[in-house]
Structures are given as structure tokens and as C-alpha cells.
């Protein structure tokens, strides 16, 4: 069946590196694949997305890569400030049945170190 | 707007016992769906609904019902409690999720289930 996962559960960073977090996926359909960062007690917020027909997608202080080849998305976070220390999810968003789908890989939690 | 609303915020039930989550939201969101999340794991798709009237089936749908009489609401109703459901719930809306573009999907902020 579909399934999306993540190579690391956890990742630990000094304040002002790159941190660079990895996921795989396993559905040739999915149309788009998005990360999602979730905060202590509240709900996945949307970071960004990348459609299926692209590799890069820049955004402020992120990028995402996509390898269809390999299947496997990343997600790049620039100068990585306390802020950023989350769960980050990828999903991947496949059109199943007539409507759209989200598949959730299982979070890398990011911890910044000062 | 308030986005996408859930009460409770918290919840203790006893096996066997009935309860409705509640969701709203005010953005005139066509397509609304329930995640359940446990530790260590991301969100699984329980049920979704791509308008009002129309609901189905996500990946893990026993034990759970639901109904979309307005675009507004989307009530998830636990018929018979059990301790395999404690969870945290999210409830998620987006624009369209009948078209092939994706819609970005907005959270509620969850609720806290546990079944004694």
C-alpha cells in the first residue's frame, strides 16, 4: 500500500546551520507532496509544496527537492533559528477515488542547539 | 475568519461510552477530513468529505461515523468508545478536493481523546 517515511526520527542542529530533513514515499501517483511543521499542541501547519512535475521549489529560507527517481523529497531550512525546532511531516497528496488523499510520513523532530 | 475550529480541546471517556468531536470552519472550504494522530506517527486519514452531503472513507475509518449536512460542519461521532481510539484528532479543511490540483489543507489545533 502507499506509505511515506522518513529516514531519521530525530535531528538535532547548531542555531544558524542548514538543517536538511529527508523522506521517503512509495506512490508513483501522487500529484503533489508538501511539508507540514507541527508545534507542541497544535495542529500541522503548511510549510511548502511541490508539485510532481518539478525537482526545486524555493521558498523563505526553505527548499524542497524532489527525486522521482528514487521517490524521496527533503526539506532544507537555511540559518535555522529556535523557532524551527518542530515536527516536521512530509505528506504526499495523490488523487484516490475521486478526491484527494493525504499520506503522512511518520515526523522528524528538529531540535536546535544555541 | 477563525479558520477551522474543534471542541473539546479535551476529552476522557470510559470504554463503551458515545461521544461528537466537533469541527467548523468559516471559509467556505468544500472539503473537509478527520486525521487521527498517535505517538511516534504521523496523521491518518479516518474520513473525509469532498462537499456538503457527501462523505467516505479514509484509511482508518472503523469505529467512527460521520455526516456533512453543512459546508460549515463536520461532526466526527465515536458510537461505542474504545482504548485503542485514544488519540489526538485533527480535523483539516481545504478549497476543493475534487480537482486534481491540490488544495492547501488548514488544521484545527485538535483534540485530545482518552478512552479509559
Known amino acids: 500500500g502507499e506509505s511515506v517515511g522518513l529516514h531519521l526520527p530525530t535531528l538535532s542542529v547548531q542555531e544558524g546551520d542548514n538543517s536538511i530533513i529527508n523522506c521517503a514515499y512509495s506512490?508513483?501517483?501522487?500529484?503533489?507532496f508538501i511539508w507540514y511543521k507541527q508545534e507542541s499542541g497544535k495542529g500541522p501547519q503548511f510549510i511548502i509544496d511541490i508539485r510532481s512535475n518539478m525537482d526545486k521549489r524555493q521558498g523563505q529560507r526553505v527548499t524542497v527537492l524532489l527525486n522521482k527517481t528514487v521517490k524521496h523529497l527533503s526539506l532544507q531550512i537555511a540559518a535555522t533559528q529556535p523557532g524551527d525546532s518542530a515536527v516536521y511531516f512530509c505528506?504526499?497528496?495523490?488523487?484516490?477515488?475521486?478526491?484527494?488523499?493525504?499520506?503522512f510520513g511518520q515526523g522528524t523532530r528538529l531540535t536546535i542547539n544555541p | 475568519n477563525a479558520g477551522v475550529t474543534q471542541t473539546p480541546k479535551f476529552q476522557v471517556l470510559k470504554t463503551g461510552q458515545s461521544m461528537t468531536l466537533q469541527c467548523a470552519q468559516d471559509m467556505n472550504h468544500e472539503y473537509m477530513s478527520w486525521y487521527r494522530q498517535d505517538p511516534g506517527m504521523g496523521l491518518r486519514l479516518i474520513h473525509y468529505s469532498v462537499g456538503a452531503g457527501i462523505t467516505d472513507q479514509g484509511e482508518v475509518p472503523n469505529g467512527y461515523n460521520v455526516s456533512r449536512s453543512t459546508t460549515e460542519d463536520f461532526p466526527l461521532r465515536l458510537l461505542s468508545a474504545a482504548p485503542s481510539q485514544t488519540s489526538v484528532y485533527f480535523c483539516a479543511s481545504s478549497y476543493d478536493g475534487l480537482t486534481r490540483s491540490y488544495n492547501e489543507q488548514f488544521f484545527g489545533p485538535g483534540t485530545r481523546l482518552t478512552v479509559l
Open positions: 506512490n508513483s501517483a501522487s500529484d503533489y
Open positions: 505528506a504526499e497528496n495523490a488523487f484516490i477515488g475521486g478526491a484527494q488523499k493525504l499520506v
